[in-house]
């Protein structure tokens, strides 16, 4: 099983990033697939779900900023973020989970929003 993250970077306030996560090794269309983060000093928290059947969900922090995507095609999982914060500033975690099977994580890739 692999979650690979791409498409950090350094971006100024105001911005705008498209993470991806590829997946492999499982059967994609059927886990719930989150884009989780974590700024220094702080624990992992949820920032967009992508559910089976199109429900998504977002952290009320991200709301009408960011949007979760997926393609069950490609086996690909997307974060399109807009209007970038300082506060955004975190490395980022792709994860997936399905009922009784082990939860997945991505290594994580490293978003900065500094101007």
């Known amino acids: 099983v692999q979650l690979v993250e791409s498409g950090g970077g350094l971006v100024q306030p105001g911005g705008s990033l498209r993470l991806s996560c590829i997946a492999s090794g499982f059967t994609f269309s059927t886990f719930v697939m989150s884009w989780y983060r974590q700024a220094p000093g702080k624990e992992r928290e949820s920032v967009a779900i992508s559910y089976l059947g199109g429900v998504v969900n977002y952290h009320d922090s991200v709301k009408g900023r960011f949007t979760i995507s997926r393609d069950n095609f490609s086996n690909t999982l997307y974060l399109q973020m807009d209007n970038l914060k300082p506060e955004d500033t975190a490395v980022y975690y792709c994860?997936?989970?399905?009922?009784?099977?082990?939860?997945?994580w991505g290594q994580g890739t490293l978003v900065t929003v500094s101007s």
């Open positions: 994860n997936a989970k399905a009922f009784r099977n082990p939860e997945h």
